[in-house]
């Protein structure tokens, strides 16, 4: 089943990205809001985690990512999305499991 | 006799209260003319974040608050050069802070001083107080 992740932690405060990372399955998708952006961030651990996964769809929130003035730095090929495209994701998955 | 007082910052904005908390405390700490020093470790480093916009989320931008410390005598930010790194950032993604000097003609200088770990440890040592946020 297709699932939508959200994670919305700073992979850098806590290990919710590396397990969600860890966990999904091959044609789900992680959606990064809050302060999870950071995880998309050029030049970190984490955006490097994004690029080498395989088969994972990966979005980030992008009225958090410009609240934080990072919405520049975001690493290349990311998707970003607004709220109506985060309506979009959870219709289009089976269900959503949001990480805490 | 002013105490040296230490603000440590180590969380991002926005997802949590501290960062705004940490600095309402700083602001009402003013007034009591101590020796007032801020450090920026961790996510603690994306409080001063350059380009902030929280039109998006419907929250208070308060990162513009950061450029008003220098006018409290608040010339003391010491952000560490590791956590910057290890988050991709260099001191241009930060905004640019300043005070003016009444002992040099109100020269403008920086109030960011960019210190490594090391460098951070002695200046946490150094203080009286440190507030944790």
């Given at each position: 089943m297709a699932t939508l992740h959200?994670?919305?932690?700073?992979?850098?405060?806590?290990?919710?990205?590396?397990?969600?990372?860890?966990?999904?399955?091959?044609?789900s998708?992680?959606?990064?809001?809050?302060?999870?952006?950071?995880?998309?961030?050029?030049?970190?651990?984490?955006?490097?985690?994004?690029?080498?996964?395989?088969?994972?769809?990966?979005?980030?929130?992008?009225?958090?990512?410009?609240?934080?003035?990072?919405?520049?730095?975001?690493?290349?090929?990311?998707?970003?999305?607004?709220?109506?495209?985060?309506?979009?994701?959870?219709?289009?998955h089976?269900k959503?499991q949001?990480?805490? | 006799?002013?105490?040296?007082?230490?603000?440590?910052?180590?969380?991002?904005?926005?997802?949590?209260?501290?960062?705004?908390?940490?600095?309402?405390?700083?602001?009402?700490?003013?007034?009591?003319?101590?020796?007032?020093?801020?450090?920026?470790?961790?996510?603690?480093?994306?409080?001063?974040?350059?380009?902030?916009?929280?039109?998006?989320?419907?929250?208070?931008?308060?990162?513009?608050?950061?450029?008003?410390?220098?006018?409290?005598?608040?010339?003391?930010?010491?952000?560490?050069?590791?956590?910057?790194?290890?988050?991709?950032?260099?001191?241009?993604?930060?905004?640019?802070?300043?005070?003016?000097?009444?002992?040099?003609?109100?020269?403008?200088?920086?109030?960011?001083?960019?210190?490594?770990?090391?460098?951070?440890?002695?200046?946490?040592?150094?203080?009286?107080?440190?507030?944790?946020?």
């Open positions: 959200t994670v919305n932690k700073s992979p850098f405060e806590s290990a919710t990205f590396e397990t969600c990372l860890g966990l999904a399955k091959s044609g998708t992680i959606l990064l809001i809050e302060d999870g952006i950071y995880a998309a961030t050029q030049g970190t651990k984490a955006a490097e985690a994004i690029n080498n996964a395989e088969g994972i769809n990966f979005a980030v929130l992008g009225p958090d990512a410009q609240a934080r003035g990072v919405d520049s730095k975001l690493a290349d090929g990311i998707k970003v999305v607004d709220y109506d495209g985060f309506v979009d994701l959870v219709a289009e089976d959503v949001a990480w805490l | 006799m002013a105490k040296k007082f230490m603000y440590l910052n180590r969380k991002a904005p926005y997802g949590s209260i501290y960062a705004l908390e940490s600095l309402e405390v700083v602001l009402i700490g003013a007034a009591f003319e101590q020796d007032v020093s801020l450090a920026f470790i961790g996510d603690g480093v994306y409080q001063l974040t350059k380009g902030q916009n929280t039109d998006g989320v419907g929250m208070k931008n308060f990162s513009p608050t950061y450029a008003a410390l220098g006018d409290y005598d608040i010339n003391k930010i010491y952000v560490e050069k590791e956590s910057l790194e290890e988050r991709g950032l260099t001191l241009d993604d930060l905004q640019h802070l300043v005070w003016e000097d009444e002992d040099d003609d109100w020269a403008e200088k920086d109030s960011i001083r960019l210190v490594s770990r090391a460098e951070m440890a002695d200046i946490l040592d150094e203080q009286d107080v440190t507030l944790s946020f």
